[in-house]
């Protein structure tokens, strides 16, 4: 693999400049000094961004902005492009290095000293986020990378000027087993990206793997709640890094206990390290599954020397990142719109259930599935978290990874969310279902629009009416 040498910038192009994670690695290179172009076919107010700062991006990829660019030296690519993207071609027959975003990624990880790599099936983000705060909060100025937009950083990615370095680490093609972290999380491990790791085994081997990649002398912060800790422990038996755990159960090394919602919605609880209580904790986000997500954010914060008071403000301060459960508005019919980015049953679940404890009529959902493989794998479970709210419709699945072989339909979410007893309708696309709930949607009802795709568009819609 081309070894990056960041002592000595030089012309690197990114096919795909455009993604979330793409457009912040484009930046931190550019201020290293790098001379940095790249393309996207996609227009986004990521490329628009990257243009204001001096970057030439390419609307579209062509073997041309290769050839222009001569001095290019390695080139960079995100796994959405294909094996026959001209720009791709081009490199690999002119002896172009080419590096995927996740490599990249590592290597800039490795130019740290305390590189942290969360990782989980569920609540990576948030808990990145959790992690930023709490470092800015301590002053220690680091350089984060999340799947979705912070408030508090103004986008996705912070480039900071010391040695703390907080990456969003996610399993899909075993793209984090390109980090070398200090510390590693494991949020959770579930069956999830079945269209490529095909069943639950290959995932928790792909964890394990995972776990390994931690530093000598580093830290492994695992959910000690989880079926698959002695997995995981067995995985780093000879390596040279302490584990740790988190969880509600007494035998992890940091617990909650006495958990309750401040004023209705705000989970709160005491923190218990190795059997001492360190005070409470009061968080800022909605729903108790956070709990867990903020336990690896202190076992992590503390082991790296962390104060608890810089810890305890930072979760304190703590509110969701962009599409994790974001209040969007209130429409003039007075239904309050919330977004999510939740595209696995559980991640549907925990965020109905944070839903109910805020809303004061009716409880809609909009929701669309992503892939075919995971839609007719999960199809019961995503109808039980369904059934949760009082109206689902349910748009048709969204799949851009695999064709649809027939054997799996919107339609059949909501035939069994039906049977389960809740209101469930199939309306195909994303204008249907907006005029849906301008017509049936009432004053105080709640509508969570639901998803990884762009269901998003629904909510800003009918708030802009």
Known sequence: M???????????????????????LAR??????????????????????????????????????????????????????SEDNPEYV??????????????LL????????????????????????????????ADKDPTITLGGDLEL?????????????????????????????YVSIILNIDADHLDFFHNLENIVISFSQFAQKVKDGGVLVVNGDMPYLDRIRDAVKDKDIQVVTFGL??????????????????????????????????????????????????????????????????LRTCTSAHRRFELK?????????IDDYGHHPLECEVTIRAARKIVKGELWVAFQSHTHSRTKALLKEFAEALALADHALVADIRD?????????????????????????????????????????AKNNDLLITLGSGPIYTIGESLLKQ
Do not use: W
Request: glycine content about 10%; some cysteine; aromatic content about 8%.
């Open 153 to 181: 950083i103004g986008g996705n990615f912070r480039i900071g000027n010391s040695e703390y370095f907080v990456a969003e680490a996610c399993e899909y093609t075993n793209s984090y087993h390109e980090f070398r972290p």
């Open 400 to 440: 851009d990874r695999e064709a649809d072989d027939g054997t799996v339909s919107a339609k059949d979410i909501v035939d069994k969310v039906v049977e389960l007893g809740t209101d469930a309708l199939y309306l195909r696309d994303f204008a249907t279902i907006e005029k849906y709930v301008l017509e049936h």
């Open 28 to 81: 931190f290179l550019l201020q290293r000094g790098f001379t940095v172009t790249g393309s996207d076919n996609v227009p986004s107010k990521y490329c628009d961004n990257l243009r204001k700062q001096g970057i030439t991006v390419y609307p579209e990829h062509s073997e041309e902005n290769m050839v222009n660019n001569p001095d290019i030296t390695f080139v960079v690519y995100t796994a959405a492009i």
């Open 329 to 337: 508005g209130v429409t003039k019919q007075g239904v309050t719109i």
């Open 2 to 24: 081309y070894k990056i040498d960041f002592k000595n910038p030089c012309h690197v192009h990114f096919i795909g400049i455009g993604g979330t994670s793409m457009s912040g």
């Open 249 to 314: 159960g007494e035998h992890n090394d940091y617990r909650a206990v006495n958990i309750h919602d401040d004023e209705g919605v705000r989970p709160t609880y005491t923190l218990v390290r190795n059997g001492e209580e360190l005070g409470e904790i009061t968080l800022s986000v909605v729903g108790d599954h956070h709990v867990m997500n903020s336990l690896s954010a202190i076992a992590a914060s503390d082991k790296m020397g962390i104060s608890m008071d810089a810890i305890k403000e930072g």
């Open 106 to 137: 590592g290597q800039m990880m490795d130019q740290y000293q305390y590189g942290v790599a969360v990782a989980g099936t569920h609540g990576k983000t948030t808990t990145t986020a959790m992690m930023s705060h709490i470092l800015l909060a």
């Open 90 to 103: 081009y490199a690999l027959s002119h002896d172009i290095p080419v590096l995927s975003r996740a490599q």
